[in-house]
C-alpha cells in the first residue's frame, strides 16, 4: 500500500491500465478496495476495482480489474498529507505481504514508497522499508541494497549518511559483505552465471596512488583482494569518473560505490524515471520504485507510472531466476 497520502494508489491504478501495453505480470494490491475506487474516481481514472479473498484470485481476474486483498484496517487519507494514524495500516500491508510471499502465495514484493516520519510518529523502530523487511525475514546478515535500471546496477556500501559519516563508515568487511551478497544475488537472481563486480574509488583519480586519500589503499583494496581469494572477479578500485560511461560498463554487471550519490547520480542520470530499488540478500524478491511518496503531487493527476512498472518487470524477472534456480537443483 505505501503511504495513503501519497502517489502509491494512482500509480497502482495506472499501472494496472498499462498492463497490457508494457505486457505486466499479475499483481494484486493489498489496500482498502473502497480507497483505491475513491481514488480512481477522483482522479478520473477508468480503472474497475474487485476485491478478493485470496490471492490465488488475483491473475483470473487481472485482466477485467485491478485485484485488491482487503487489509481490514481504516484508512482515511488526504492527498499530500502524511498522517500517523494509517500507520497501523501500512505497517500490516508489508506484514501481509511477507506472509503471502513466504507462504508461497506470492512470488515477489513490489512496496510503494513509505513517509517515514509519519510511521516514527505512531512509534515504527525501523529505519526503514528494508530494516522491517530483514527483521521480518529473520537471519542474522544484513540486506543490501541495489538500484537498478537495464542499462546499469549499483550498490552503494555506505547509504543514508551525511558525506563525512559515511568516509568514517566506511569498512573491508562492509565492502566485502557487500560484494557477496551482490555477487550471490547476481548469480540466484538475475541468472549470471559469474558475475563481474566493479569497486569504485572514494577520492578522485581513486587515491592517485596514495596522494589524495589512503582509503583505496588501506581500505578498498584490502577488501576487493579478499573477495577475489574467495574466487569472486572483482576489478578496482577504479576512478568514480570512468567508471559508468557505455564503454565501462560493458565490463561489469554491477558496480560498488563507496556512498549514496556515488551510486545514484550515474543511474538516474541514465535513466531517471526507470530505475528500480532492489534489496538483496532476503529470502524472498523484494523491488521497489526509486522514488519517494511525492506528497507534493499526490492526487493531482500527474504521477507517472514508469518507476513502478519497472519495478513489477524486474520483481517477475527475478522470481522467474530464482525458480530456474530452485528446479535446477531438484
Given at each position: 500500500m505505501g503511504e495513503p497520502g501519497g502517489i502509491g494508489a494512482e500509480l497502482a491504478?495506472?499501472?494496472?491500465?498499462?498492463?497490457?501495453?508494457?505486457?505486466?505480470?499479475?499483481f494484486m494490491v493489498i489496500d482498502e478496495p473502497a480507497r483505491l475506487a475513491a481514488v480512481a474516481k477522483a482522479l478520473g481514472l477508468d480503472c474497475p476495482i474487485v476485491e478478493i479473498t485470496a490471492p490465488g484470485e488475483?491473475?483470473?481476474?487481472?485482466?477485467?480489474?485491478?485485484?485488491?486483498?482487503?487489509?481490514?484496517?481504516?484508512?482515511?487519507?488526504?492527498?499530500?498529507?502524511?498522517?500517523?494514524?494509517?500507520?497501523?495500516a501500512v505497517i500490516e500491508s508489508i506484514e501481509r505481504a511477507v506472509r503471502l510471499v513466504r507462504n508461497g502465495d506470492a512470488s515477489a514484493i513490489v512496496t510503494s514508497p513509505i513517509q517515514k516520519q509519519s510511521l516514527y510518529e505512531a512509534g515504527f523502530k525501523y529505519p526503514g522499508h528494508t530494516e522491517f523487511l530483514a527483521a521480518l525475514a529473520g537471519?542474522?546478515?544484513?540486506?543490501?541494497?541495489?538500484?537498478?535500471?537495464?542499462?546499469?546496477?549499483v550498490v552503494p556500501v555506505t547509504i543514508h549518511l551525511p558525506l563525512a559519516k559515511a568516509v568514517a563508515a566506511l569498512s573491508r568487511q562492509a565492502i566485502e559483505h557487500c560484494g557477496r551478497v551482490t555477487a550471490a544475488a547476481l548469480q540466484r537472481d538475475f541468472g549470471i552465471a559469474r558475475p563481474r563486480l566493479a569497486v569504485a574509488g572514494l577520492n578522485p583519480h581513486a587515491g592517485e596512488a596514495g596522494s589524495l586519500g589512503r582509503e583505496e589503499i588501506e581500505?578498498?583494496?584490502?577488501?576487493?583482494?579478499?573477495?577475489?581469494?574467495e574466487g569472486l572477479d572483482v576489478t578496482g578500485p577504479a576512478p568514480a569518473d570512468t567508471l559508468f560511461h557505455a564503454g565501462a560498463r560493458a565490463h561489469?554487471?554491477?558496480?560498488l560505490c563507496m556512498y549514496h550519490d556515488q551510486a545514484l547520480i550515474p543511474l538516474k542520470t541514465i535513466d531517471f524515471d526507470g530505475g528500480v530499488n532492489?534489496?538483496?540478500?532476503?529470502?524472498?524478491?523484494?523491488?521497489?520504485?526509486d522514488h519517494g511518496t511525492a506528497l507534493d503531487i499526490a492526487g493531482r493527476g500527474v504521477a507517472r507510472p514508469v518507476s513502478l512498472i519497472a519495478a513489477l518487470k524486474l520483481g517477475r524477472r527475478m522470481a522467474e531466476a530464482r525458480r530456474r534456480q530452485a528446479g535446477a537443483r531438484t
Amino acid at each position: 500500500m505505501g503511504e495513503p497520502g501519497g502517489i502509491g494508489a494512482e500509480l497502482a491504478l495506472k499501472a494496472w491500465l498499462a498492463r497490457e501495453a508494457h505486457a505486466l505480470p499479475a499483481f494484486m494490491v493489498i489496500d482498502e478496495p473502497a480507497r483505491l475506487a475513491a481514488v480512481a474516481k477522483a482522479l478520473g481514472l477508468d480503472c474497475p476495482i474487485v476485491e478478493i479473498t485470496a490471492p490465488g484470485e488475483a491473475a483470473a481476474r487481472f485482466d477485467s480489474a485491478l485485484p485488491v486483498l482487503p487489509l481490514g484496517l481504516s484508512v482515511v487519507a488526504t492527498p499530500g498529507q502524511a498522517e500517523a494514524k494509517n500507520a497501523p495500516a501500512v505497517i500490516e500491508s508489508i506484514e501481509r505481504a511477507v506472509r503471502l510471499v513466504r507462504n508461497g502465495d506470492a512470488s515477489a514484493i513490489v512496496t510503494s514508497p513509505i513517509q517515514k516520519q509519519s510511521l516514527y510518529e505512531a512509534g515504527f523502530k525501523y529505519p526503514g522499508h528494508t530494516e522491517f523487511l530483514a527483521a521480518l525475514a529473520g537471519g542474522d546478515s544484513p540486506p543490501v541494497m541495489m538500484l537498478a535500471c537495464e542499462m546499469l546496477r549499483v550498490v552503494p556500501v555506505t547509504i543514508h549518511l551525511p558525506l563525512a559519516k559515511a568516509v568514517a563508515a566506511l569498512s573491508r568487511q562492509a565492502i566485502e559483505h557487500c560484494g557477496r551478497v551482490t555477487a550471490a544475488a547476481l548469480q540466484r537472481d538475475f541468472g549470471i552465471a559469474r558475475p563481474r563486480l566493479a569497486v569504485a574509488g572514494l577520492n578522485p583519480h581513486a587515491g592517485e596512488a596514495g596522494s589524495l586519500g589512503r582509503e583505496e589503499i588501506e581500505i578498498i583494496k584490502p577488501a576487493i583482494e579478499t573477495l577475489r581469494r574467495e574466487g569472486l572477479d572483482v576489478t578496482g578500485p577504479a576512478p568514480a569518473d570512468t567508471l559508468f560511461h557505455a564503454g565501462a560498463r560493458a565490463h561489469y554487471d554491477a558496480a560498488l560505490c563507496m556512498y549514496h550519490d556515488q551510486a545514484l547520480i550515474p543511474l538516474k542520470t541514465i535513466d531517471f524515471d526507470g530505475g528500480v530499488n532492489v534489496t538483496l540478500g532476503l529470502p524472498f524478491v523484494r523491488t521497489s520504485p526509486d522514488h519517494g511518496t511525492a506528497l507534493d503531487i499526490a492526487g493531482r493527476g500527474v504521477a507517472r507510472p514508469v518507476s513502478l512498472i519497472a519495478a513489477l518487470k524486474l520483481g517477475r524477472r527475478m522470481a522467474e531466476a530464482r525458480r530456474r534456480q530452485a528446479g535446477a537443483r531438484t
